[in-house]
């Protein structure tokens, strides 16, 4: 009976006011904006707009309000130990539960940064369990963002942890799923879609470029044919003519491209998700000045590939690349990143929106603050596109309707009987 009257029941009505919105194709802001939110999804949004009877006011005061971030380079599995080796410790050390649990802490403190969805680039030898954490997520079983997975990831043999065994040792875990020729390749690709995966991630150099040319080729075949994307992590700017030349649908990483390179990205309309955020993450924790100094480096030729590839119209979009507890929930690090290398404040902001929606493939969904899309937003209380950092500093959150995070609104109107996040 209470299910037959609960399906009966009018849909719950959210009207979300603050002082302004930021429309990320314009690129202004509206003033005075009212969201209506029905269900999960927005049904209308604009200035001053009426607010329906019955419907639960969440006012956001002077706050601005965006849609919800999305960050395109996420390793959610991954919780790395910050020392020499801590990669191939982890691996050896931590069981698949233990694993998936972190995968869950992770979740929660990326939604909670503001990132309602994220495209979570290989799960660094953790099996399927970014498959169940995104089928958790959507249960309502655990707290995160909308997570679109790799699973496994893809590498040449050798060329991808773990590194530095002795010969002798055999059947240790591996990073990702490790192919030698076309037919393996293959195979590893049909049995990554075959468990879920939606999309694949492909290692195409490790310092030099490693798998060929046709193993690319045979990959992102068989994930075109599943109408799925990959993402390939490639850095040289030889990997990145091989891997546009086979097909890829984005660029992860790219920090060696030169001109021709990033041309080629360009004229394909792949992505570029340049990850220059992580330099600085590191640079901050590192007490070594010789490791200071070669990571500084990193990132000046890192960030002069980004102002080239924003320069020559090459479609970035943004992700963060966290491995480790401290850099987990820091993926706006990223964003003030990218403006340090040369992106506009509107341009960084779409990177993280609409930009990065359409590389994830939901841009029918998220990324922007219009009817039918999810009602999935953040705040800060600042100016965002004068002082991007702002974003670093999320004071409320909603994923599908439901709010998250809330450091904003007075308790009085806030709904104590709301259901739990999904």
Same mark, same amino acid.
């Given at each position: 009976?209470?299910?037959?009257?609960?399906?009966?029941?009018?849909?719950?009505?959210?009207?979300?006011?603050?002082?302004?919105?930021?429309?990320?194709?314009?690129?202004?802001?509206?003033?005075?904006?009212?969201?209506?939110?029905?269900?999960?999804?927005?049904?209308?949004?604009?200035?001053?707009?009426? +607010?329906?009877?019955?419907?639960?006011? +969440?006012?956001?005061?002077?706050?601005?309000?965006?849609?919800?971030?999305?960050?395109?380079?996420?390793?959610?599995?991954?919780?790395?130990?910050?020392?020499?080796?801590?990669?191939?410790?982890?691996?050896?050390?931590?069981?698949?539960?233990?694993?998936?649990?972190?995968?869950?802490?992770? %979740?929660?403190?990326?939604?909670?940064?503001?990132?309602?969805?994220?495209?979570?680039?290989?799960?660094?030898?953790?099996?399927?369990?970014?498959?169940?954490?995104?089928?958790?997520?959507?249960?309502?079983?655990?707290?995160?963002?909308?997570?679109?997975?790799?699973?496994?990831?893809?590498?040449?043999?050798?060329?991808?942890?773990?590194?530095?065994? %002795?010969?002798?040792?055999?059947?240790?875990?591996?990073?990702?799923?490790?192919?030698?020729?076309?037919?393996?390749?293959?195979?590893?690709?049909?049995?990554?879609?075959?468990?879920?995966?939606?999309?694949?991630?492909?290692?195409?150099?490790?310092?030099?470029?490693?798998?060929?040319?046709?193993?690319?080729?045979?990959?992102?075949?068989? %994930?075109?044919?599943?109408?799925?994307?990959?993402?390939?992590?490639?850095?040289?700017?030889?990997?990145?003519?091989?891997?546009?030349?086979?097909?890829?649908?984005?660029?992860?990483?790219?920090?060696? =491209?030169?001109?021709?390179?990033?041309?080629?990205?360009?004229?394909?309309?792949?992505?570029?998700?340049?990850?220059?955020?992580?330099?600085?993450?590191?640079?901050?924790?590192?007490?070594?000045?010789?490791?200071?100094?070669?990571?500084?480096?990193?990132?000046?030729?890192?960030?002069?590939?980004?102002?080239?590839?924003?320069?020559?119209?090459?479609?970035?979009?943004?992700?963060?690349?966290?491995?480790?507890?401290?850099?987990?929930?820091?993926?706006?690090?990223?964003? +003030?990143?990218?403006?340090?290398?040369?992106?506009?404040?509107?341009?960084?902001?779409? =990177?993280?929106?609409?930009?990065?929606?359409?590389?994830?493939?939901?841009?029918?969904?998220?990324?922007?603050?219009?009817?039918?899309?999810?009602?999935?937003?953040?705040?800060?209380?600042?100016?965002?596109?004068?002082?991007?950092?702002?974003?670093?500093?999320?004071?409320?959150?909603?994923?599908?309707? +439901?709010?998250?995070?809330?450091?904003?609104?007075?308790?009085?109107?806030?709904?104590?009987?709301?259901?739990?996040?999904?």
């Amino acid at each position: 009976m209470a299910q037959t009257a609960e399906a009966g029941a009018p849909p719950r009505i959210l009207a979300v006011r603050a002082a302004r919105m930021l429309d990320v194709k314009s690129g202004k802001y509206v003033a005075s904006p009212v969201i209506l939110i029905e269900g999960e999804r927005i049904v209308k949004a604009g200035s001053g707009l009426a +607010v329906p009877e019955g419907a639960e006011v +969440v006012d956001l005061g002077t706050a601005t309000v965006l849609p919800g971030l999305i960050d395109c380079h996420t390793h959610l599995m991954a919780r790395w130990a910050e020392t020499p080796g801590g990669y191939e410790q982890g691996l050896l050390t931590k069981s698949q539960a233990t694993r998936a649990l972190e995968g869950a802490a992770n %979740a929660r403190a990326t939604l909670r940064a503001g990132f309602t969805t994220v495209r979570d680039v290989e799960n660094e030898g953790s099996g399927y369990a970014d498959v169940a954490l995104r089928d958790a997520i959507r249960q309502g079983l655990v707290e995160g963002p909308r997570m679109r997975v790799s699973t496994r990831g893809i590498a040449a043999v050798g060329a991808y942890h773990p590194f530095g065994v %002795a010969p002798e040792v055999k059947d240790l875990p591996t990073g990702a799923q490790f192919v030698s020729g076309v037919e393996e390749a293959r195979r590893a690709a049909r049995e990554q879609l075959g468990q879920g995966a939606d999309l694949l991630k492909v290692y195409a150099d490790w310092a030099t470029p490693t798998l060929t040319p046709d193993e690319l080729r045979v990959i992102i075949e068989e %994930a075109h044919k599943a109408r799925r994307k990959v993402a390939v992590h490639a850095n040289t700017s030889e990997a990145i003519r091989n891997a546009i030349a086979a097909g890829a649908d984005s660029i992860e990483h790219g920090h060696e =491209a030169d001109r021709a390179a990033l041309e080629a990205i360009q004229k394909k309309g792949a992505f570029l998700v340049p990850t220059v955020g992580i330099f600085e993450a590191m640079i901050e924790r590192e007490s070594n000045e010789a490791s200071r100094r070669r990571l500084e480096e990193r990132l000046k030729g890192a960030r002069k590939m980004v102002a080239l590839a924003h320069q020559l119209g090459v479609k970035i979009a943004a992700g963060f690349d966290a491995s480790t507890a401290w850099q987990q929930g820091r993926n706006a690090m990223e964003l +003030v990143a990218l403006q340090r290398a040369g992106l506009p404040p509107v341009e960084v902001i779409r =990177a993280a929106t609409s930009r990065a929606a359409e590389l994830v493939g939901l841009q029918e969904h998220v990324g922007t603050l219009e009817p039918g899309r999810y009602g999935d937003l953040v705040a800060v209380s600042g100016d965002p596109r004068a002082d991007i950092t702002e974003l670093q500093r999320v004071r409320f959150v909603m994923k599908g309707g +439901v709010v998250v995070r809330d450091e904003l609104t007075p308790a009085a109107v806030k709904d104590s009987t709301a259901p739990a996040a999904k």
